[in-house]
């Protein structure tokens, strides 16, 4: 099993919509979390982090479920600009050392279309 | 702003050739990474360094060495190339432990 999984797509939505990834992790040691954007052919970007609490930016929201170990983006008001591959990363801490890496799943492909 | 440069952003080797990827950093980051991304595979840790003269084994290390010498430069050496590592390679730099920002990207083609 993948430590980090998410739905791969491609989704495609048309301007305005409301698209929603969703991503797993099967490691309860795993301590941050993020979302990263690559668009096609760069190197990936943070995007935002991740809270328990939720976060949001602008029309951006990640939601964290910590007993489930599921992660969560909505996009509202989808724009051409947002077709990207969206990364789900995990930061897990072992050995009790102060360093964690980052685990990446292997993206969500979205294409916003007019 | 730099940030995180990577050379070359191109090469073609043959199998068995040698080459030398280099990562420069001017953020005074002390961690720094080097990651392969394959399709449908993800980002995959090669080695990280948490400081200068430090190197670690990631999650795919075999057939590749590093070194961190200088704390803005981390290089990443294939001594004998195969057609598996051909990929995009990314280098990345943080300040902690959490969030890492990346280069362009190398990408290899071994023949």
């Known amino acids: 099993r993948k430590e980090v999984e998410q739905d791969p797509g491609p989704f495609n939505v048309p301007e305005g919509a409301t698209v929603a990834f969703n991503c797993t992790y099967s490691?309860?040691?795993?301590?941050?979390f993020f979302w990263y954007r690559q668009d096609c052919r760069k190197e990936p970007k943070l995007l935002m982090s991740?809270?328990?609490s939720g976060n949001e930016d602008g029309r951006f929201t990640a939601q964290l479920n910590r007993a489930s170990q599921y992660i969560s983006l909505l996009i509202r008001d989808s724009k051409l600009s947002d077709s990207a591959t969206y990364l789900c990363?995990?930061?897990?801490?072992?050995?009790?050392?102060?360093?964690?890496?980052?685990?990446f799943g292997q993206g969500t492909i979205l294409t916003v279309h007019p | 702003n730099a940030g995180v440069t990577q050379t070359p952003k191109f090469r073609v080797l043959k199998t068995g050739q040698s080459m030398t990827l280099l990562c420069a950093q001017d953020?005074?980051?002390?961690?720094m990474y080097w990651y392969r991304q394959d399709p449908g595979m993800g980002l995959r840790l090669i080695h990280y360094?948490?400081?200068?003269?430090?190197?670690a084994k990631g999650e795919v290390p075999d057939g590749y060495n590093v070194s961190r010498l200088k704390k803005q430069n981390f290089l990443l050496g294939l001594e004998s190339a195969a057609p598996s590592q051909t990929s995009v390679y990314f280098c990345?730099?943080?300040?902690?432990?959490?969030?890492?920002?990346f280069g362009a990207g190398t990408r290899l083609s071994v023949l």
């Open positions: 953020m005074n980051h002390e961690y």
């Open positions: 990345a730099s943080s300040p902690r432990k959490n969030i890492q920002y």
């Open positions: 490691n309860s040691a795993s301590q941050s």
């Open positions: 990363v995990v930061n897990i801490f072992s050995d009790g050392t102060s360093y964690g890496k980052l685990t």
């Open positions: 360094s948490v400081g200068e003269g430090t190197t």
């Open positions: 991740v809270y328990s």
